[in-house]
T-cell receptor
Framework: GENVEQHPSTLSVQEGDSAVIKCTYS??????FPWYKQELGKGPQLIID?????GEKKDQRIAVTLNKTAKHFSLHITETQPEDSAVYFC??????????????FGKGTLLTVNP | DGGITQSPKYLFRKEGQNVTLSCEQN?????MYWYRQDPGQGLRLIYY???????QKGDIAEGYSVSREKKESFPLTVTSAQKNPTAFYLC??????????FGQGTRLTVV
């Protein structure tokens, strides 16, 4: 089955700096890669996703890049703010279309943005 | 408001008891999922359902059961056969070309 590795497990940055979280996946058939933000005691919130037919996607301060050949994808957060502090999860799925999004998750990255 | 509602938010179970966690969605999504989250861990898939009256085991289905009698509802029963049930349980749903969205979770504690 699919295996998703996520690094680093913890990341501390100063407010205004950039943060990068990296994930690798094992199944070349995976074609959908979402990122979730989880605040303490709450459910994960989908913040951005990318499908295998594109290499990069950006939404304001957040961007995701995908390298299908190397089977890795990354989350980039620019101009970080204290409210960006949370646990971030990457995931992979062979869905990418239709309704099936059975996801395999990485183990998460605790991001701390220091004022 | 459209969304996914999980209840209760906190649940306490005695040893040997079965408990049922509720998950309801009004997003008209076909697929629904149950994940388990342990401290410092990612989410692991327990069961999923792509359509009413059909469901499949995920990676850690032992000790759990589900039903999907209605499109909107996907309850999870944690049975006494689950030896380590204390965890944070998350329900999600997904629709056509729309990614998976999560509820706010149920924290289950064995007392």
């Amino acid at each position: 089955g699919e295996n998703v590795e996520q690094h680093p497990s913890t990341l501390s940055v100063q407010e205004g700096d950039s943060a990068v979280i990296k994930c690798t996946y094992s199944d070349s058939a995976s074609n959908y890669f979402p990122w979730y933000k989880q605040e303490l005691g709450k459910g994960p919130q989908l913040i951005i996703d990318i499908r295998s037919n594109v290499g990069e996607k950006k939404d304001q301060r957040i961007a995701v890049t995908l390298n299908k050949t190397a089977k890795h994808f990354s989350l980039h957060i620019t101009e970080t703010q204290p409210e960006d502090s949370a646990v971030y999860f990457c995931a992979a799925s062979k869905g990418g279309g239709g309704s099936n999004y059975k996801l395999t998750f990485g183990k998460g990255t605790l991001l701390t943005v220091n004022p | 408001d459209g969304g996914i509602t999980q209840s209760p938010k906190y649940l306490f179970r005695k040893e040997g008891q079965n408990v049922t966690l509720s998950c309801e969605q009004n997003l008209n999504h076909d697929a629904m999922y149950w994940y388990r989250q342990d401290p410092g861990q990612g989410l692991r898939l327990i069961y999923y359902s792509q359509i009413v009256n059909d469901f499949q085991k995920g990676d850690i289905a032992e000790g759990y059961s589900v039903s999907r009698e209605k499109k909107e509802s996907f309850p999870l029963t944690v049975t006494s056969a689950q030896k380590n049930p204390t965890a944070f349980y998350l329900c999600a749903s997904s629709g056509n070309r729309v990614g998976a969205f999560f509820g706010q979770g149920t924290r289950l504690t064995v007392v």
